[in-house]
């Protein structure tokens, strides 16, 4: 096994993102996690893959050295299948974004999702359709004013964890781009996982629509506003520790930790679902869950497919040779 240093990921391209455009971190991010990855799963960079769909961020397989591909709008998903249902050795990642895997692409990441597909997802969320210059997307905020609507959007944004979740994805995550340390570890966490992965990664747009996650990127309000899942742990964040989670009303709700018991504060299991969800609905001003919502390990769609197809070799042996010299013609019976 090689042993691999972040630049045996890079590929020498001239990376063509906007000065200051938060992909630059994420793949920073990912280019730093990959030697780590490939040392831990005993893998060569051979049998990782990149597949991404249209959008800036699927600009991202030109610049890691290792196989690629830049496929077609929202169709990501479906081609990653296909590579990973064939190739159940490889590490398959896609690359996508908030209009290409939400809008048009939709479909295709429900199904890669609902299946248990062993694909890792992460998705650049930047609020914006940034390649096309500015118009609003699904995840744009309601009353967002943009290029395609100049009087506000009058649009419901799509929850990015809550979809991943509904759609049963077996580990969904969320991440901040310029969050290196805490973005490796969920990168690494995502390799690790057998089964479909989702990574929302929240993406400064500095062009189109810059700061619209300052309240987790600023350095004055990540530490009011930011809530790192830490499994097992209660769930509380904000300076010293002032703020925590407790259960009121059939939600999480955010109080002053001084005002509850300590065994009120929920503390965090990936393997609940429903709590999952109620952290999918915290946001801004509240507060602003990253890490591990979900975890769940249920069997792996290219394992079952492999499974069916060695059942049915077993009870029906092909015999090419025999077929040749079947003749022309069949009799139904």
Known sequence: MPAYKREDFASGQEVRWCPGCGDYAVLAAVQKAMPEICSELGLTKERVVFISGIGCSSRFP???????FHTVHGRAPAIATGIK?????????????????????????????RRNVGVKILMFNNNIYGLTKGQYSPTSPKGKVTKSSPLGSVDQPVNPVAF???????LVLRAVDRDMAHLVEMLKAAARHPGAVYVEILQNCVVYNDGAFRFVMDPAQKPVHAL????????????????ALVWKEGRLSKVEKASVPETSVVRHDPANRTQA????????????????????????YESEVLRLESEASAKSPADLKALFRSGLSWRVQ
């Not at 030109?62 to 690629?68: A, P, T």
């Not at 609905?281 to 792996?300: D, I, K, M, S, Y």
């Open 164 to 170: 991943a979740l509904g759609c049963g994805a077996g």
């Open 277 to 300: 969800f109620a952290l999918s609905q915290l946001w801004h001003p509240e507060c602003v869950p990253l890490g591990v919502f979900h975890r769940a390990e249920t069997p792996v």
């Open 62 to 68: 030109y610049y890691m050295s290792c196989y690629g």
């Open 85 to 113: 249902v064939a190739n159940p050795d490889l590490l398959v990642w896609v690359v996508t974004g908030d209009g290409d895997s939400l809008s048009i692409g939709g479909n295709h990441t429900l199904h890669c999702l």
């Open 228 to 243: 790192y899942l830490k499994p097992g742990g209660p769930m509380v964040f904000g300076p010293e520790g002032r703020f």
